[in-house]
């Protein structure tokens, strides 16, 4: 069986070390590695598109990181239950022309018991930044 650790029930160390293998996999922007986190009939709603499977999941990722370029993110915890997890994140990208945008939002996840991801919610909001606003600067990994 797949498994994904840490796995529910989670603890406060466990959620807190989901939340950042979520970032972690996510800053390297690559949609076939991120995708495997979640299950083969993961149910998304991103913003207003909603999505279900692995393969939807990362064809929507290489649409989302082809846009939004140079893509850097930070996830918190907010809160958690034995499978659930709560978080609100930021990120900055810019568009083709050089536009910078910090976009801002919340996230509910659902585990299976292995650990994958089966559920996401998503609600993100974009504000235009300018590129000296920018807060994210590490090296891209």
Known sequence: METKPPLPPFTLETAKAKV?????AWNTRDPDRVALAYTPDSQWRNRSEFLSGREQIAL??????????????????????????????????HDEAGQWYRSYGNEQWEFAANGLMQRREASINDVLIQEADRTFRWERT
């Open 20 to 24: 950042q293998a979520a970032e972690d």
């Open 60 to 93: 929507f990722l290489r649409r989302k990181w082809d846009k939004e370029l140079d893509y850097r993110l930070k996830k918190e915890l907010w809160s958690f239950t034995d499978n659930r997890i709560s978080v609100r994140f930021e990120y900055e990208w």
